[in-house]
């Protein structure tokens, strides 16, 4: 099995990675875990509630999960661009299934307690719908593979009381990979790989090792950093092979697959 | 099985179908078709794109499903509606899977030829994404409740290409009976039942007939003269019970299954 963990930036070029999984030499089953997140601004901006982001006491900022933040992840990630997405495969004569974390309790997580902020002198817990998964339905996932499905997934996830809560990807594709222990990972984003200066697209490294990516992590901060976590705990769960690669050329995943963007292991 | 089609009006009663359904007794695996047009208005109106009604030469109103127009029901439709529906089943205890008819193919149809309507002088064809559906994917819906899982279906289905479309849910329920067989199927609306006077919500018809079906068909126009006909051909799919009931009152399926309602056949 393929994972291909496509981005959810305005760059991403979805046609290519639909034609490209399309048409995969040889064939092989893969499973595409997608995001949204410049769909969803523009989504919740028209309805009237745009995201909120709160600073916790620590210095950390994050989007605040409300209930009208996971009505507009409803719309933008698991309706319009899951169906949009699996419509193109349809098209594409693959037969997919697109599915939240909610449905079939497929990715299974755990709601966070709440961040701690400052509302002029106070302390205050705001607690959201957000959190981090802890396993995914590999059963579900297994028997629509085998029966020839091919899995599309999106936020939000499940929580251990049945409500939607908005998750990161990169967990999601940990816990997925922990239970399918898949031959490769792809995870197209909008550069041309892991950038050793974020701001400069030419600093491109071809690999890292998993040696390097601790001693990176270790140096870094903010979402580098938790893109760095979620990518050692990656090969803890037993990746034997991640590419990051361009999401945004003619053909994302061939190229991928052909050595281009950053090979992580 | 027992089928559940839960009307797309407001006033349904979402959180009471949800729990009669996950308290059932005794015990039967059914599944979901749902509506959402209330809240489908309701987006594209804020997404600045209202739903556009157009008039056939032959005096027929549709709704023009347009790309704008299957983006809003992708939004509120398969997104915002099926999966809050299925969090509720989630957080009810019921693994409910929410899908539309592009998800593994599970409702094929066919897409219209086009509306002839009237600009100015001139006869023009105007080709939309709507059509009827063909069949049903059986296998996997049977997959699914086999598996334990409770399928919660919504538009749009997928045509001959791999393309989005509207449908009707009646012709959808058809398609679905066709292939499943069940033995009740249950229709909640937003009236105590069928009303031998549409503006007289005192004047429910307990029993409806088959003969008494086509005649009322034959004697009909317009939405209800499709509502009759898809009836007439749900009992030539195989259908034994079929019940209309209200979906706004506080046990809609319950009540339905106590002999609430229109019993048809």
Redesign the interface.
């Known amino acids: 099995v393929l994972i291909v963990k496509v981005g959810g930036g305005a760059g991403i070029n979805i046609e290519g990675v639909v034609n490209d999984l399309a048409t995969l030499e040889p064939k092989e089953p893969f499973l595409v875990v997608h995001g949204a997140n410049a769909l969803r601004d523009d989504?919740a901006e028209?309805?009237?509630t745009p995201k909120e982001v709160v600073t916790s006491v620590s210095g950390y900022d994050s989007v605040l999960s409300d209930e009208n933040a996971i009505?507009a992840i409803?719309?933008?990630?698991?309706?319009?661009r899951?169906?949009?997405l699996?419509?193109l495969?349809?098209?594409?004569?693959v037969?997919?299934?697109?599915?939240?974390g909610?449905?079939?309790?497929i990715i299974q997580g755990r709601r966070n307690k709440g961040i701690r902020v400052k509302e002029g002198s106070k302390t205050l817990i705001k607690r959201d719908f957000s959190g981090k998964p802890v396993s995914a339905n590999v059963?579900?996932l297994t028997?629509l593979i085998d029966?020839g499905?091919t899995p599309v997934l999106a936020i939000?996830i499940?929580d251990e009381?049945?409500?939607?809560i908005n998750s990161e990807n990169d967990d999601i594709i940990n816990v997925i990979q922990a239970g399918l222990k898949a031959d490769r990972i792809i995870q197209l984003i909008e550069a041309p790989g892991f950038l050793d200066d974020a701001s400069d697209e030419s600093s491109v490294i071809a690999r890292l090792s998993r040696a390097e990516l601790v001693s990176r992590e270790e140096a870094s901060s903010g979402r580098i950093k938790r893109k760095l976590l979620a990518l050692n705990k990656l090969f803890q769960e037993g990746a034997a092979n991640v590419i990051i690669a361009d999401g945004r050329v003619e053909h994302p995943v061939r190229d991928a697959l052909d050595g281009h963007g950053t090979i992580v292991g």
Chains 1, 2 share one sequence.
């Open positions: 989504v028209k309805l009237g009505d409803l719309m933008s990630y698991s309706g319009l899951n169906k949009r699996v419509e495969f349809q098209r594409a004569g037969n997919a299934v697109g599915l939240t909610l449905d079939g309790r059963d579900l028997l029966n499905y939000p499940v009381n049945g409500f939607a």
